[in-house]
């Protein structure tokens, strides 16, 4: 009887134990192959990449949306701060900016924004630019991350102008 009481608590603990490694190493894990994949088809660090529409075997966001197109930016603002610019649509629009561990820290949408522009400076610990003008500026909780920038397609004909939209969005290394 003390052995299967023993052999009980071991598994409990044991599950516990691996439960918890893998909480805690799976966010990490997302974004280590979001790296590598984004390294392996040769985008790099502080740069947009603006996908085209979702289909049925698109997979370089997770589980997404035919009803959107997005760019993604990952960062690295460990030396120098980045700033996204891009112009709204006249449909949803957000940014998203996500931790080295998928962790969701700020998010800002077209009903949040006046005017026709958005002007976004990310920037890492101690190292806040000096002249940031209107844009708006928000620290990073870790060096490094992700920026997600979306757009709903309302109408299949109005595409062409949303992705003529999606292309004018920038990123710049301060």
Same mark, same amino acid.
């Given at each position: 009887?003390?052995?299967?009481?023993?052999?009980?608590?071991?598994?409990?603990?044991?599950?516990?134990?691996?439960?918890?490694?893998?909480?805690?190493?799976?966010?990490?894990?997302?974004?280590?192959?979001?790296?590598?994949?984004?390294?392996?088809?040769?985008?790099?660090?502080?740069?947009?990449?603006?996908?085209?529409?979702?289909?049925?075997?698109?997979?370089?966001?997770?589980?997404?949306?035919?009803?959107?197109?997005?760019?993604?930016?990952?960062?690295?603002?460990?030396? &120098? *701060? !980045?700033? %996204?610019?891009? /112009?709204?649509?006249?449909?949803?629009?957000? +940014?998203?900016?996500?931790?080295? =561990?998928?962790?969701?820290?700020?998010?800002?949408?077209?009903?949040?924004?006046?005017?026709?522009?958005?002007?976004?400076?990310?920037?890492?610990?101690?190292?806040?630019?000096?002249?940031?003008? &209107? *844009? !708006?500026? %928000?620290?990073? /909780?870790?060096?490094?991350?992700?920026?997600? +920038?979306?757009?709903?397609?309302? =109408?299949?004909?109005?595409?062409?102008?949303?992705?003529?939209?999606?292309?004018?969005?920038?990123?710049?290394?301060?």
């Amino acid at each position: 009887m003390k052995k299967t009481i023993s052999w009980g608590i071991a598994v409990i603990a044991l599950s516990i134990l691996f439960h918890l490694a893998t909480i805690a190493a799976f966010p990490t894990a997302v974004m280590g192959t979001l790296g590598y994949k984004s390294k392996k088809a040769g985008i790099k660090t502080n740069t947009i990449k603006h996908s085209p529409p979702v289909t049925e075997g698109s997979r370089s966001v997770v589980r997404p949306s035919p009803d959107l197109i997005y760019s993604i930016i990952g960062y690295d603002v460990s030396k &120098n *701060a !980045i700033k %996204v610019t891009a /112009p709204i649509p006249d449909t949803y629009w957000s +940014l998203s900016c996500f931790t080295s =561990d998928t962790e969701n820290f700020y998010v800002i949408n077209d009903q949040q924004i006046k005017g026709g522009e958005i002007e976004f400076i990310l920037y890492g610990k101690g190292g806040k630019p000096a002249d940031t003008g &209107n *844009a !708006i500026v %928000v620290e990073s /909780p870790s060096n490094r991350g992700a920026v997600l +920038l979306r757009m709903l397609i309302k =109408d299949e004909k109005k595409l062409p102008a949303l992705q003529k939209i999606q292309h004018q969005a920038r990123c710049d290394v301060l």
